[in-house]
């Protein structure tokens, strides 16, 4: 009788669990955002006066689509570029902040979110706190209390599955208990033996599918949204597009890929990045071009678009010439391409953002078809602020 008890309760949790996560990845990542609820509790939790947002002006309207680096080993400092920042942020409202330094500990990373919140009133709706956190040598938040993760490589391509659940899970936990948002990872361009990548990357198809899978599951579970990186598949890249750009023609595996993970949770982030394609799109570069990124937003609309650090010369180089374009050339070309948040990394000062700004603020009140690639990207932005 007691075995049947047990047989009967397995195949209960199996069922309950089962019908999580097909509610969780057929109904858009944002419904589930604020709603995650790591530890569950017994208690009713006691309902709280809402509090209604402000309506946003123009240029807090074009603010939020931008993703703004800060770092967090600097923000609670004196120091005159980190109080710049936070006065940018205070003034003009960004959509996301995105965590930059070495080895943060749990304690910087509360200190600086504390920091940056202090900056806001309960009006306003609040930045998305992102970072970086692929394992190995891209792992901002590997400091005291958080767990240092092997590079992916080796956890897609030598962790068993049950390996991969227990240390993604426990890094979701700790990064959901110092109030992450969104991460941008796991990493599925699938390396070759030239790769700029090296060991960001893995090599084998399936063990990608299989440990992003993991990876995107451990931290949904506590409401944190995962990001692909990146589109269109750069592991076969042999210059880094931090210092130049180069083209290149994607395999079929490349982009399937991106395919295969988007079909069964299209509700996450996905970023693109600065890579022309050959033979394609006039010699401009995926991310900036509407053919690329805006087909990407007709078949998986729930899909948030981010992309890759527009500071980056690949980002900037023009094609035909050795003149770079401007910051803020760069930021409209992103945001008429069809991406919803625009990363301005940490090379990017507090005056560089106020001239992308200002240059949005003028494309948004002059060009109706500006206008509505913005409204369409802020819609989405305030959904997961909800």
Same mark, same amino acid.
């Given at each position: 009788?007691?075995? +049947?008890?047990?047989?009967?309760l397995i195949f209960i949790l199996f069922v309950l669990a089962g019908l999580s996560?097909?509610?969780?990845?057929?109904?858009?990542? &944002?419904?589930?955002? #604020?709603q995650a609820q790591p530890t569950p509790s017994a208690s009713i939790p006691t309902p709280t006066p809402t509090i209604a947002k402000k309506e946003l002006i123009d240029r807090e309207k074009v603010a939020q689509l931008l993703a703004v680096a800060v770092n967090v080993d600097a923000v609670t400092s004196e120091a005159t570029e980190s109080a710049s920042m936070l006065r940018f942020i205070k003034d003009y409202r960004p959509g996301m902040v995105i965590y930059?330094?070495?080895?943060?500990?749990?304690?910087?990373?509360?200190? @600086?979110?504390?920091?940056?919140?202090?900056?806001?009133?309960?009006?306003?709706?609040?930045?998305l706190i992102a970072v970086d956190h692929e394992g190995g040598t891209v792992q901002r938040l590997s400091g005291d209390g958080f767990?240092?993760?092997?590079? &992916?490589?080796?956890?897609? *391509?030598?962790?068993?599955? /049950? #390996?991969?659940?227990?240390? !993604?899970?426990?890094?979701?936990?700790?990064l959901y208990q110092s109030g992450i948002n969104i991460v941008f990872g796991p990493v599925v361009d699938l390396a070759s033996g030239s790769a700029v990548l090296k060991s960001r990357a893995a090599a084998d198809l399936e063990q990608t599918v299989?440990?992003?899978?993991?990876?995107?599951?451990?931290?949904?579970?506590?409401?944190?949204?995962?990001? !692909?990186?990146?589109?269109? *598949?750069?592991?076969? +890249?042999? #210059?880094?597009?931090?210092f130049t750009v180069s083209s290149m023609t994607p395999s079929k595996t490349d982009t399937a890929i991106f395919s295969r993970? +988007?079909?069964?949770?299209?509700?996450?982030? !996905?970023?693109?990045?600065?890579?022309?394609?050959?033979?394609?799109? %006039? %010699?401009?570069?995926?991310? !900036?071009?509407?053919e690329c990124v805006g087909k990407l937003g007709e078949i998986y609309p729930k899909v948030l678009l981010i992309t890759d650090d527009l500071a980056m010369k690949a980002a900037l180089s023009q094609p035909g010439t050795t003149q770079a374009k401007s910051l803020e050339q760069v930021a409209v070309e992103a945001v008429r391409a069809g991406n919803h948040v625009l990363v301005l990394g940490p090379g990017v000062t507090a005056e560089d953002l106020e001239k992308v700004v200002y240059t949005l603020q003028e494309q948004y009140q002059d060009?109706?078809?500006?206008? @509505?690639?913005?409204?369409? /990207?802020l819609a989405k932005i305030l959904e997961l602020k909800k």
């Amino acid at each position: 009788m007691r075995y +049947l008890t047990t047989k009967i309760l397995i195949f209960i949790l199996f069922v309950l669990a089962g019908l999580s996560a097909y509610n969780y990845f057929k109904k858009p990542f &944002w419904s589930n955002f #604020q709603q995650a609820q790591p530890t569950p509790s017994a208690s009713i939790p006691t309902p709280t006066p809402t509090i209604a947002k402000k309506e946003l002006i123009d240029r807090e309207k074009v603010a939020q689509l931008l993703a703004v680096a800060v770092n967090v080993d600097a923000v609670t400092s004196e120091a005159t570029e980190s109080a710049s920042m936070l006065r940018f942020i205070k003034d003009y409202r960004p959509g996301m902040v995105i965590y930059f330094g070495e080895q943060i500990s749990t304690e910087s990373a509360a200190l @600086a979110t504390t920091t940056i919140y202090d900056q806001f009133s309960q009006q306003d709706y609040k930045p998305l706190i992102a970072v970086d956190h692929e394992g190995g040598t891209v792992q901002r938040l590997s400091g005291d209390g958080f767990t240092k993760l092997d590079s &992916w490589q080796k956890i897609a *391509g030598s962790y068993s599955i /049950a #390996q991969q659940k227990a240390v !993604l899970n426990q890094s979701a936990k700790e990064l959901y208990q110092s109030g992450i948002n969104i991460v941008f990872g796991p990493v599925v361009d699938l390396a070759s033996g030239s790769a700029v990548l090296k060991s960001r990357a893995a090599a084998d198809l399936e063990q990608t599918v299989t440990a992003a899978s993991n990876y995107i599951y451990a931290f949904s579970q506590y409401g944190i949204m995962p990001v !692909l990186k990146h589109f269109p *598949g750069i592991g076969s +890249l042999k #210059q880094d597009p931090h210092f130049t750009v180069s083209s290149m023609t994607p395999s079929k595996t490349d982009t399937a890929i991106f395919s295969r993970l +988007l079909d069964t949770f299209s509700n996450i982030g !996905l970023m693109t990045t600065h890579v022309r394609i050959q033979d394609k799109f %006039n %010699n401009q570069v995926c991310s !900036l071009t509407a053919e690329c990124v805006g087909k990407l937003g007709e078949i998986y609309p729930k899909v948030l678009l981010i992309t890759d650090d527009l500071a980056m010369k690949a980002a900037l180089s023009q094609p035909g010439t050795t003149q770079a374009k401007s910051l803020e050339q760069v930021a409209v070309e992103a945001v008429r391409a069809g991406n919803h948040v625009l990363v301005l990394g940490p090379g990017v000062t507090a005056e560089d953002l106020e001239k992308v700004v200002y240059t949005l603020q003028e494309q948004y009140q002059d060009s109706a078809s500006f206008r @509505a690639k913005v409204d369409a /990207a802020l819609a989405k932005i305030l959904e997961l602020k909800k």
